[in-house]
């Protein structure tokens, strides 16, 4: 396991971080005479501010990079969390907060099968190349972490910064008593789903309700994440200004058409945060999980005017 601090640390062994947390140095990515190269500690987000290089990403890609690897498998690797719990006082710093929330283990391979195109991914236009990129599994029977995993979609999850924090499952079933679960304990709205494959290509970052909302939107090549909820907590609105800084990246905020008022509290959030948002409204019956592309960009063109 790659301990994210300690790494970028060992990297610039002459620089201290500031207040915020973030050491300003010269570019490791090109021959920097005036330092324009900054660097997250906590989440591992980084930006060159020359106009000669502009790179720009995540603590995967940092490591990636530093370490001269071509496989994005071994950086996966390499950077997978071992421990079972953390401290929420490291998401919020903040000694009022105590409470400890376990690293759900992910479950065994023996209780989990490759995902093939299940109706409920057929129905939302959702193919392998999305089921692929989100790691997606079918779950063929058993319980892993307390929650029965049988005959769901096995969702995996991790951090911005590329750890493995929890799962959570989609169950397949008409007759299930809820649709989606996460295990007891588990850190998943202290996350942002999709989190982790966010990157400077695109222009904006989708803010959605759910995962199936952003594999929806991935299958237009719209990158989004996905808060778990109808609010987003203060952790990730911390993520969010974080992605969206360093990414370059403008807040698009889109939730489900039956949660107006959460869609415009969230708006308002993220402006207040700094950013020119675009906000997105959706009649009632609809939700970003379920739009068709030409409804997408009708949207879109209402909501930026052009």
């Known amino acids: 396991m ?34 324009s190269f900054s660097i997250d500690i906590e989440e591992g987000l980084f930006i060159c501010g020359s106009k000669s290089c502009g790179i720009r990403g995540n603590f995967p890609l940092f490591y990636k990079l530093m370490e001269n690897i071509d496989s994005w498998k071994q950086v996966w690797d390499d950077l997978k969390e071992k421990s079972t719990n953390f401290n929420i006082n490291d998401v919020f710093k903040s000694a009022d907060y105590t409470k400890e929330l376990e690293i759900s283990e992910f479950p065994p391979d023996s209780l989990l099968e490759p995902l093939a195109q299940v109706d409920y991914l057929l129905n939302r236009g959702i193919g392998q190349d999305v089921i692929d990129k989100f790691g997606l599994k079918y779950g063929i029977y058993g319980k892993a972490t307390g929650i029965s995993i049988t005959g769901s979609i096995v969702c995996p999850v991790w951090d911005i910064d590329g750890r493995y924090m929890t799962f959570q499952v989609r169950y397949l079933k008409p007759d299930a008593s809820m649709r989606w679960c996460n295990p007891s304990g588990s850190p998943i709205q202290h996350l942002l789903y999709g989190g982790w494959l966010v990157s400077s290509d695109k222009n904006t970052l989708w803010l959605v309700e759910g995962a199936s909302d952003v594999w929806r939107l991935a299958s237009y090549g719209i990158q989004a994440v996905g808060l778990n909820t109808k609010e987003a907590s203060p952790s990730q609105l911390n993520k969010i200004t974080k992605l969206c800084k360093y990414m370059n990246l403008t807040p698009v905020v889109c939730m489900d058409g039956d949660a107006q008022e959460a869609n415009e509290k969230l708006f308002n959030e993220v402006e207040a945060l700094g950013f020119d948002a675009v906000l997105i409204k959706l009649d009632y019956e609809e939700d970003p999980g379920g739009l068709q592309y030409s409804r997408v960009v009708e949207l879109w063109r209402d909501a930026v005017g052009n």
């Open 2 to 35: 790659v301990d994210k601090t300690h790494y970028i640390l060992s990297k610039f062994p002459n620089c201290s971080p500031n207040m915020k947390g973030t050491i300003n140095t010269h570019c490791p990515f090109h021959d920097d005479v005036r330092p």
